[in-house]
């Protein structure tokens, strides 16, 4: 395909559209659960793996095909499943990957959902998990055991940004005969590829930057290998976490401006960043970009920007964090992440409520730190809005 030996940029507005009836320069919405067979004999071809074709979707489907396509070339990965939502992509490689007696380490700064479904749910079919701080790495080293069978890092983590060396942590699992999962939702291929440094599996929640307009729930995985494929395919046919044609088409549209977006989002962030680092009202901020963050060299070796996300701290703590949230006007006051909008939260009442205070603590999430998605408005809108948000402060 031309797309090989393009840029990025070029890869985004390219990758993954096929050939189609009528030569659509778009790929086509199959919205189809079911494909007719000429006869059954063809069906039976089929079903037998002698000929290449569509049965059902849950199977296979031209417009999820395409946009998978596209995201493993983004990837540079070796090919991609999509998924019903960024849940579903983990839990798919969780079922996949491990069986009872098995023993993961995972970061402890990550998706709140995605601890529980460790800790509540395949802690059920005996599989442990240790929750470390994976920004140092002797944590990891001494967190792993005879039965690890994966390394699951967010990077950066959520709501921290605490960024894990994705290089040296593939080494520890190698060394280990266990295999490296990257969350890559908070960066995007196009600000890093956890594949170059030695992931074996990269997921994304499209929810998120993949699709970029905050109208779709959507997950993929990306794996290095046809072992991988071949296993967490068969996997999601029989579990059944599979994204649909409409939402395939709604996330590969979004995919075209990815590159540019990202661009966008990291140039606002920087500057919102620096804004807030020199604010009196503000205690201290936590982005990739700054060189106060704690991991900024691990930073500026595998990311190529440093994305859209902030978390900082008042110094008037949750109370002016509150007055904050609740008096802006172009920042959205939501969850989620990854949109054209900026959105604001509050990590320790919203997003990672459920962890308990216990767990948040010991993942660096405060009561006061309040998490910031940087949109792609112009920048000084978002920081006039901040600042006659932060005026209301009074201390
Ligand atoms: C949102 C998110 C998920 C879960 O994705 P859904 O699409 O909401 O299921 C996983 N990881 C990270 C880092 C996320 O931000």
């Not at 989002?265 to 009202?281: G, I, R, T």
């Amino acid at each position: 395909m031309l797309t090989k030996n393009i840029h990025f940029d070029s890869k985004c507005v390219h990758s993954g559209v096929g050939e189609y009836e009528h030569g659509p320069v778009v790929p086509p919405i199959y919205q189809t659960s079911t494909f007719k067979f000429v006869n059954t004999d063809q069906g039976a071809r089929l079903f037998k793996g002698e000929e290449d074709g569509y049965i059902y979707t849950r199977m296979r489907n031209p417009t999820i095909e395409a946009l998978e396509n596209a995201v493993a070339e983004l990837e540079e990965g070796h090919k991609a499943l999509a998924c019903s939502s960024g849940m579903a992509a983990i839990n798919t490689i969780f079922t996949s990957l491990l069986e009872k007696g098995n023993h993961v380490v995972c970061s402890e700064s990550l998706y709140g959902p995605t601890r529980l479904l460790l800790e509540t749910i395949f802690n059920k079919f005996g599989i442990e998990t240790s929750f470390v701080n994976t920004s140092n790495l002797t944590e990891i080293e001494d967190a792993v055991k005879s039965n690890t069978k994966l390394i699951y890092i967010e990077t950066p983590g959520n709501p921290t940004l605490a960024i894990t060396d994705i290089e040296q942590t593939a080494k520890i699992a190698h060394s280990s005969k266990s295999l490296l999962v990257v969350d890559n939702t908070f960066m995007s291929p196009a600000l890093q590829q956890p594949i170059k440094f030695g992931a074996d599996v990269v997921l994304h929640s499209m929810t998120k930057f993949l699709n970029g307009h905050a109208d779709v729930i959507a997950g993929v995985i990306v794996v290095k290998n046809e072992e991988l494929y071949s296993i967490i395919r068969k996997t999601l046919n029989q579990t059944g976490g599979v994204i649909d044609p409409f939402n395939s088409f709604l996330v590969h549209r979004g995919l075209k401006t990815l590159s540019l977006r990202m661009q966008r989002h990291s140039q606002n962030a920087q500057v919102v960043a620096e804004f807030l680092e020199n604010h009196s009202k503000v205690k201290w901020v936590s982005y990739p970009g700054l060189k106060s963050h704690p991991q900024y060299d691990v930073a500026q070796k595998q990311h190529y920007g440093s994305g859209g996300m902030i978390s900082f701290e008042l110094k008037g703590g949750i109370e002016a964090g509150k007055t904050l949230m609740n008096n802006v006007k172009l920042c959205q006051l939501a969850v989620s992440l990854g949109g054209v909008e900026s959105l604001i939260q509050h990590p320790a009442s919203m997003t990672h409520f459920s962890l308990g205070k216990e767990n948040r603590e010991k993942a660096g999430i405060t009561d006061g730190l309040v998490r910031l998605s940087v949109g792609i408005e112009n920048v000084n809108d978002i920081i006039n809005d901040l600042e006659q948000s932060l005026k209301k402060i009074s201390f």
